[in-house]
Structures are given as C-alpha cells and as structure tokens.
C-alpha cells in the first residue's frame, strides 16, 4: 500500500518533469538535434539571421542590455599639436538575443557557437572621442551561448581626441577620456553595463601593453553617464585613461645638456674680466646653445607653450644678460684704462663703504691682484685723497683731460691722481662685475628652482 502510493507519486513526479522538460524544449528556437553528427544545419538559423535587421527582443519595451569592456593592447602615438592619441584596443560586447537559444542536451552538448557577425544584429555602440574612419577588418565571428548570449569581439585602431595639456611636458601625465554609446539607441531601447570590473580591464591592459613606448599606462577609471540630447536621453559610459610620459629621452636629450651650458656659463664669470677671452668665450656658448635649439627643436611639442620652452628661454637670455654683462664691464675697464672720467661722488662712497670691511667682494680680490698690484695702496681704507679729489676735482679735471691732455700728463702729481682714478675705476668695475655675477647666481638659482617646483607639482 505505501509502496504502491510511493510509486504513484515517483511516477507523477516523472510525469511533471518530462512535461516541464517537453515543455521548455518547445521554447527553444533553434532546433539543434543532429548538429554533432551532421554538422549545423543553416536552416535551424534561418528565422534568427532573417531577423538581423531588427533588434532581438520579444517584447519592444524591455531594453537589450549590452556588456562592455575593453582590453588597451598599445598606445602608439600622442599627438599634441592635433590633440589625438592612437591606441588600439579590443573591445568586447555581450548582449542576449531570445531567439537563438538551443538545448545543449539535445545536440550532444554543444554549448556554443561562432557565428559570422554580417548574420547577427549588432549593437551600434560606438566612441564619442572616435576621429577616424572605423577599420573594422570585415569577418569577424561572435561565440553565440546555447542560452542566447553573443559575445563579439573586435579589434580596433582607435584615433580619439583628447585633452592634452603639455605644460608640464616631458614630465607630463594625460586623461584622456574614452565614452561609449549608442549611436540611435535612447535609454528605453538600450542600456550599457561592464561586462568586466574597471580595475581588472585596468590591469589586463597594463600587463598587454608591452611596447617600451614613450608612454605608459597608469590606469583606467570608469564612470556611468546619461547624456540628453533634445527629449531622448542616451546611456553612456565614460571610461578615463591616464598615461604618463616616459621622460628619460628628453631629461638626457634637452635638459642635461642645456644645463650644462648654463653652468659653464655660469663658471665664466671666474675668468678674469680684463682678459680679452671672456667676450669671446660667452658669445661661443650661446652659438651653440643656439645651435642646440635649433637641432633638439623637432623633439618639443609643436603646440602651446610647455615649461621647458620657458625654461629654454630664461638659459637664453641668462646667457645673453651674461654677455651684456661682460661687454659692459669690458667697457667700464676700457674707460678707467684710456681717460677715465670723475667717479661720481655716491660711487665713490658705495665703493669705500663696501672695500673697507672687506665683507662683500671676495671674488674682486684675486682678480684685482693680477691686473692692479701697483695700484694697491690706493684703495686702502685710511686714504682721503678720493674724496678731496672727487669733492673739488670735476670741473679743472675734465678741463684738463678735454682741454691740453699733453700738459696734465707732464705734472708728476697729477700722473699720481690720474693712477688712483683708474686704479678707483677698475676697482669699481671689479665690484660691478662681482655684484652682477651674484645677481645672476640669484636669478638663476630663483628660476631653476622655480621651474622644478613647478615640473612637481
Ligand atoms: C528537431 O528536428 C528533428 C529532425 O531534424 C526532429 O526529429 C525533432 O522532432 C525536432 N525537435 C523538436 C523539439 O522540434
Ligand atoms: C512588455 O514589457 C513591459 C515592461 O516590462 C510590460 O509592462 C508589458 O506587460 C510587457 N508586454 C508583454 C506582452 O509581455
Ligand atoms: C551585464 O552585467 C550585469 C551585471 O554585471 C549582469 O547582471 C547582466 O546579466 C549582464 N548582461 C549580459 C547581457 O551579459
Ligand atoms: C581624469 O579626469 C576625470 C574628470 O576630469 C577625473 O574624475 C579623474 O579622476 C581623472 N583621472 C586621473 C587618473 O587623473
């Protein structure tokens, strides 16, 4: 009795099962029996690739839902003048169709399929940022899933606009956006969702990215967006790419070596301003710093104006105030030398002030003593002679020079006098130039340090 009722009730359950099984059997679209033996019969697809004009859904108001991702496999080219990046990435879609869904049981286990895509509806998901022609190469095949979901994949040479900011070139980091959409699907029709998390796209792109190019991939963030335009709202999302710049081409190409010209024409400041060299040796740096310029010109972005061009201009014109700074202390040497004129009495205070505490012209010394050991006891800080000389001595002193040079050379005492003008003259020239060389080590170090603070932050 119990086990007769217990068989009634196994039998009943076979029975709802077989008919449940019947039952879901009969929705499957495809007919997929024979496929492992006899191979696909195109037939079974007939209905769903007569379909392919219209978009797969049994019921127009649910909207497809379409999975993306991608995988950034190289970055070829930033270019900042047209503001493009070329990459090139595969971009994955997944999206279910209904009607193409069969029984793996009933075809020996086939679980999926590859189709070629011209056969099957497409979502038209494409790249707002997108500048060029798409080179889809043509024939490519999606995986259909015996459950109806397509998964397709493609490659795709990516020309996109982006922001690049050069300011901070060679050391610069660049955002550059990336936005999916639908070309004609609003939201109603069409919502788009990751088929991968951001941060594993992120990393499979890193590790794909092989090529030791100038650029290297820092990471991708992502962000949803709807976007409307007139009364239709579109789903969109807006994935960041940040790369960074490897500047190690351009730190030893344009950096290292105009440093190193600035330095030497720093160091020439230490040759001895009376010798006929330094002129010469200035003007020879800046040649070739122009001839620098000029070959390393093709290696700087053609577009806006970076830091670095600053920092090139300010080396420039340091070098060109240098050799200012020379002809104009050869010039003051030149004129203690031939008829030096009545040192102006604030002058001549600054100069006393400045040489009797021997606190702010070291550099003069070692200078003064190779051109002017004659004229050492002139400058000695006891002496009054300079200021009587310069107190009453304008008007009979220019009167003289101007007047009957041949006479006031002849009087000893005046001989004396003129000395100490040009030992006075020198002397002033000497704390000139050391003063100026202090001031240019200032604005050099003030500027240099400004430009890397601003290169960090
Ligand atoms: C599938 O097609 C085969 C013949 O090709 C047929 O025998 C079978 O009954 C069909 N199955 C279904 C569920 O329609
Ligand atoms: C189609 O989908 C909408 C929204 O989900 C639902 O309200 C409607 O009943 C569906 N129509 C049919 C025939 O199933
Ligand atoms: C898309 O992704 C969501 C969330 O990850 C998931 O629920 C959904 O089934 C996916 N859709 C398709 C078509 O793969
Ligand atoms: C890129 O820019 C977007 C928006 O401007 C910002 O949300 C994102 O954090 C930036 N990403 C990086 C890595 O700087």
Redesign the pocket.
């Known amino acids: 009795m119990e086990r007769g009722w217990l068989h009634g009730e196994g039998f009943f359950l076979c029975l709802i099962l077989h008919l449940l099984h019947q039952g879901r ?2 929705t ?1 679209p495809i ?1 997929c ?2 496929f492992d033996q006899h191979g696909v ?1 195109p037939a079974a697809f007939q209905a769903v690739f007569d379909r392919k004009a219209f978009r797969p859904v049994t019921n127009f108001s649910v909207p497809t839902h379409v999975n993306i991702s991608f995988t950034l496999s190289a970055i070829l080219e930033v270019d900042a003048r047209l503001q493009l990046m070329t990459s090139f990435l595969w971009l994955n879609m997944v999206w279910y169709n209904p009607f193409i869904r069969w029984n793996p049981e ?1 075809c020996g286990g086939i679980k999926k399929l590859s189709i070629a895509t011209e056969n099957l509806w497409l979502p038209d998901i494409f790249i707002e940022e997108f500048m060029d022609m798409d080179q889809t190469p043509p024939g490519l095949m999606a995986y259909v899933n015996s459950d109806g979901h397509i998964k397709y994949s493609k490659p795709m040479r990516m020309v996109s606009i982006c922001k690049l900011d050069i300011f901070y070139f060679p050391f610069d980091e660049q955002n550059c956006t990336l936005t999916f959409s639908s070309f004609i699907y609003t939201v109603e029709n069409m919502v788009l969702g990751m088929e991968q998390d951001v941060q594993e796209i992120s990393k499979t792109s890193q590790n794909v990215v092989w090529s030791k190019g100038e650029w290297v991939l820092q990471g991708i963030h992502q962000r949803m967006k709807m976007t409307t335009v007139g009364t239709n709202e579109y789903n969109q999302i807006v994935f960041y790419v940040a790369i960074r710049r490897r500047p190690t081409l351009y730190v030893i190409n344009l950096l290292v070596p105009s440093s190193f010209l600035v330095a030497i024409d720093a160091l020439s400041f230490y040759l001895p301003a009376e010798s006929e060299n330094r002129a010469p040796f200035k003007i020879t740096l800046l040649l070739g710093y122009n001839v620098f310029l000029l070959m390393m010109n093709d290696l700087l972005p053609i577009s806006g104006t970076p830091l670095i061009s600053v920092y090139f201009a300010l080396c420039l014109s340091l070098m060109v105030v240098s050799l200012l700074e020379t002809i104009f202390i050869t010039y003051l040497l030149h004129l203690a030398a031939t008829q030096p004129p009545p040192l102006p009495r604030w002058l001549h205070s600054l100069l006393l002030h400045c040489t009797s505490p021997r606190k702010c012209c070291p550099v003069v010394a070692p200078q003064r003593g190779n051109s002017g050991q004659d004229l050492g006891p002139a400058h000695l800080p006891g002496t009054k002679e300079p200021v009587e000389l310069v107190g009453k001595g304008p008007g009979p002193r220019e009167a003289e020079l101007s007047g009957c040079p041949g006479s006031a050379s002849t009087q000893p005492e005046d001989e004396a006098q003129k000395q100490h003008l040009v030992s006075l003259w020198v002397q002033c020239s000497h704390m000139m130039d050391s003063l100026l060389f202090r001031l240019y080590l200032l604005f050099l170090a003030t500027s240099i340090t400004t430009v890397i603070v601003l290169w960090n932050t």
Request: without cysteine.
């Open positions: 059997g009969g499957f007919n029996s024979g019969n009933e």
